[in-house]
C-alpha cells in the first residue's frame, strides 16, 4: 500500500494526467536555493512522516517574496520538531502558487457496501463541520452525478447565484475523471481538500491519495439462471393438519393457486382435499417451485431431495440458520443453489405471492388484492403488517417477496425479474443491509419501474439490532440515502409510504377541501414542503363555486366550505371541483365541529363515481370514529392527520 499524497509534486503529475489542474508549483530540498515567481505563494512540507500537514504547522500561506520563502522553511521545520517530526534527506517542500477561490472537496472512500464511493462538496477546515457533501457511486451515470450534486446547498454555486457563472458541467467532468482514476488504478482513499473554485474552473490545492488493493468483493452467480416468478407446479413440504401451524396458513393461502399443487408431510393423509404425500421421493415428475416449512435440520436433507425433481425455485420459511449462528448450513445452502442453479428465498422468510397464478405462499393474510405494484421485503415481520393494512385499505399487489436472511435471491437479482414482469408497474423496497451495494445499484439503475425504498439499521443500535435478525451488515446511512436518490429512488421515511406513495407516484397537482382555515393551512404547508402544487383556481372555476357554496367561502384553495358544511355541500363542491383539469388529486380534510356530518360526509364516495382519486382525511376521535369505521369496511383510503396524509409524497 503506497501513499503518494505525501509528495504533492508526483501527485500533481498524477492529477494532471487525468485533466485535473493544479497551481503552479516548485519541489525544494530542505536547504536548497529558493526561486520562484509566481506571488502569492504557499509552502508546504513534503514528507512521508506526514499525514495532515495543517495539523503541524506544515504549510504557511500568502507568502509574498522568496525571503517570506526562506523565513517560512525555517518555520514549519520549527513546527514539525515541536511534533518530534525530524527530516532528513528524504525530505523537502513544494511551493505552490496561491490560488484564490471558494474552497470545495472531492475525493474517495472504500466502502464495504459500494466499493469506491465518491464525494463531492463543500470542504476545507470546515469539511466535517457542515457536511454539505453528496455521494456518488463509483459507476455512476451523469444524470446521476447531476442528482447527486444538486441536493448540496454549495451546488448553488453553479445554479446562477447571485449572478455567479461558475458551470455544473465543471463538476460532472471532475467526477468523470475521478471515476476514471479510481477505474484505472487500485485506490483506497484519495483526498482532494481544498479543491479551489476559480472563474476559469477548479484547482486541485492540496491531495492525499492511498494506493492499495480494494477489499471490496461480489460473489455472483454468473450461469442464467431460472425465472423466480414463473411457477407451474408447487410443492409444500412441511404441509400441516393443525390450524396453528404455520405449514396450515401457508398450505390454505396456496389454494388460489393456478398451477398444481402438491403437499408433503410425513404422516400422510389429506388437506383441504388433497393427498398429503409422506415424501418428496413419492412425487412423481418434476418440480418447478418448492416450499419448506420444516424444522430447521430437516432442511438440507430435503432440499437434496427436491434438487433430483429438477428444483428451479425454493422458498425457505424454516428460521434457525445465519441469525441463530448457524452460518455454516446457510452457506451450504448457497452453495447448492449455485452448483444445482436453483434460485433460493430465505431461509427465515415470510414466504412469496404473484398474481398471475394467484400463487400465495406466504403466512401472511390469505387476503391480498391484485394490483400493479411489487413490494420485497428483508422482514418477514413488515411484509406481514404491511400486507394486513394494504388488504383493510383494497391495496393491490403484483408480487410480494420476503428474502429474509438472503441466502442466494436478494434486491439485486429481483428487481430485473421484476423490471421484465408486465403485471409489475412499480416496486417498493425495504431494506436492512445490503451485501451487494455495486450489484444493486446496476440493477436499479436499468430498472424503468419507479422504485420506493424504506432502509431500516440506520443508527449503530439498529445495526446491531437488524445483524441480530437477518444476518446482514448495514453501511453508513448518509452515503447509502444519497447513492439511492442519485439513482433516482424515492426513500421514504415511514413504512406505510412503501404501500401508499406508489398510489400517489403521478400526483404534482392537488385541491383541498376543508371545513376548516386552520388545518387547511397546516396542509398547505405540508404539501408545499413535499414540492407539490397547489391547484390555482381561475374566474371561471371560482364563479362555478360560488354557485354552490356560501358567500364567505375561500375563494382560493384551500376551498374553505366553512365551518358548517354538511354532506351536500362537499358533495356540491366536490362535482365541481372533479371536474377541472390537469388535477391530480382531492384532499377532503373533514374537522369535528357540532354540526359536522363526517359519516355522511365520506359517504358520498361511494353514492358517486369520480374522475379523480379522493381522499378524505378525518381529523379528531369519537366524532369520525363511523366515519372511519365506514372507510375501512367499504375499501375507501383515509388518512386520520394531516402528516400521514403528505409523508408518502415523494
Not at 155 to 160: E, G, I, N, P, V
Not at 335 to 363: D, W
Amino acid at each position: 500500500m503506497t501513499n503518494i499524497g505525501s509528495n504533492e509534486s508526483e501527485l500533481y503529475k498524477f492529477l494532471n494526467k487525468y485533466g485535473i489542474k493544479t497551481p503552479e508549483y516548485k519541489s525544494i530540498g530542505l536547504n536548497e536555493v529558493i526561486s520562484f515567481s509566481s506571488f502569492p505563494a504557499v509552502i508546504k512540507i513534503e514528507s512521508s512522516k506526514v499525514v495532515h500537514k495543517s495539523d503541524v504547522g506544515g504549510v504557511i500561506l500568502n507568502l509574498n517574496s522568496i525571503q517570506e520563502l526562506e523565513q517560512a522553511r525555517g518555520q514549519i521545520i520549527r513546527n514539525l520538531e515541536k511534533h518530534n517530526i525530524t527530516l532528513d534527506s528524504h525530505d523537502g517542500f513544494i511551493i505552490t502558487q496561491m490560488i484564490m477561490g471558494e474552497e470545495l472537496y472531492i475525493g474517495s472512500t472504500e466502502d464495504s457496501t459500494f466499493g469506491n464511493v465518491i464525494v463531492f462538496g463543500r470542504g476545507g477546515i470546515y469539511l466535517e463541520l457542515y457536511k454539505d457533501v453528496c455521494y456518488i457511486e463509483q459507476y455512476a451515470r451523469e444524470e446521476e452525478i447531476i442528482r447527486a450534486i444538486r441536493t448540496t446547498k454549495i451546488s448553488k454555486l453553479f445554479q446562477a447565484f447571485r449572478g455567479c457563472e461558475y458551470k455544473e458541467q465543471w463538476i460532472i467532468d471532475l467526477v468523470k475523471s475521478i471515476q476514471k482514476i479510481l477505474q484505472e488504478n487500485e485506490i483506497k482513499e484519495l483526498d482532494i481538500n481544498p479543491l479551489k473554485l476559480t472563474n476559469n474552473g477548479f484547482i486541485a490545492v492540496d491531495a492525499r491519495i492511498l494506493f492499495g488493493k480494494s477489499s471490496y468483493s461480489e460473489v455472483n452467480r454468473e450461469e442464467s439462471r431460472p425465472d423466480f416468478l414463473h411457477n407451474e407446479r408447487v410443492v409444500i413440504v412441511g404441509a400441516s393438519t393443525e390450524p396453528q401451524k404455520t405449514g396450515y396458513t401457508i398450505a390454505k393461502n396456496a389454494q388460489s393457486f393456478k398451477g398444481e399443487l402438491l403437499y408433503v408431510n410425513a404422516k400422510g393423509g389429506e388437506l383441504f382435499g388433497r393427498k398429503l404425500y409422506k415424501s418428496v421421493s413419492e412425487i412423481e415428475g418434476d418440480i418447478d417451485t418448492a416450499v419448506i416449512v420444516v424444522g430447521a435440520n430437516f432442511v438440507i436433507p430435503t432440499i437434496h431431495e427436491l434438487i433430483k425433481k429438477n428444483l428451479k425455485n425454493l422458498i425457505i420459511i424454516t428460521a434457525g440458520f445465519k441469525e441463530s449462528g448457524h452460518d455454516a448450513e446457510e452457506e451450504e445452502i448457497g452453495e447448492l443453489a449455485r452448483k444445482y442453479n436453483f434460485n433460493v428465498i430465505g431461509p427465515n422468510c415470510l414466504g412469496f405471492y404473484e398474481i398471475s397464478k394467484k400463487l400465495n405462499i406466504t403466512f401472511g393474510t390469505g387476503d391480498v388484492r391484485e394490483g400493479t405494484h411489487a413490494f420485497l421485503s428483508q422482514s418477514g415481520a413488515v411484509l406481514a403488517s404491511l400486507m394486513d393494512r394494504a388488504a383493510e385499505l383494497n391495496i393491490g399487489f403484483s408480487h410480494l417477496i420476503s428474502v429474509g436472511n438472503a441466502v442466494d435471491l436478494r434486491s439485486a437479482e429481483i428487481i430485473p425479474m421484476l423490471n421484465n414482469a408486465k403485471e409489475c408497474e412499480s416496486i417498493s423496497l425495504y431494506l436492512e443491509g445490503v451485501a451487494r451495494g455495486r450489484s444493486l445499484c446496476e440493477s436499479i439503475r436499468k430498472c424503468k419501474k419507479p422504485i420506493y425504498l424504506f432502509k431500516a439499521a440506520k443508527s449503530e443500535v439498529a445495526k446491531k439490532a437488524a445483524f441480530s435478525h437477518t444476518g446482514n451488515l448495514s453501511g453508513n446511512y448518509a452515503m447509502f440515502n444519497g447513492i439511492m436518490q442519485s439513482l433516482g429512488v424515492k426513500v421514504v421515511n415511514t413504512l406505510d409510504s412503501l404501500i401508499f406513495a406508489p398510489l400517489f407516484r403521478d400526483v404534482q397537482t392537488i385541491a383541498v377541501i376543508t371545513n376548516a382555515g386552520g388545518p387547511g393551512t397546516v396542509l398547505t404547508d405540508a404539501i408545499a414542503a413535499r414540492n407539490k402544487t397547489l391547484y390555482e383556481l381561475n374566474d371561471s372555476q371560482k364563479a362555478e363555486l360560488d354557485k354552490v357554496l356560501p358567500p364567505m367561502w375561500s375563494h382560493n384553495n384551500p376551498i374553505d366550505v366553512i365551518g358548517d358544511a354538511l354532506p351536500d355541500r362537499y358533495e356540491n363542491a366536490l362535482k365541481v371541483v372533479d371536474a377541472f383539469p390537469n388535477l391530480d388529486v382531492i384532499y377532503m380534510l373533514i374537522t369535528p365541529q357540532d354540526m359536522t356530518d363526517a359519516l355522511g360526509t365520506v359517504q358520498i364516495l361511494k353514492k358517486h363515481v369520480f374522475k379523480h382519486k379522493i381522499v378524505p382525511i378525518l381529523l379528531g376521535g369519537t366524532h369520525v370514529k363511523d366515519a372511519r369505521e365506514y372507510c375501512l369496511k367499504n375499501h375507501i383510503l383515509f388518512f386520520s392527520n394531516i402528516a400521514q396524509a403528505c409523508e408518502f409524497l415523494v
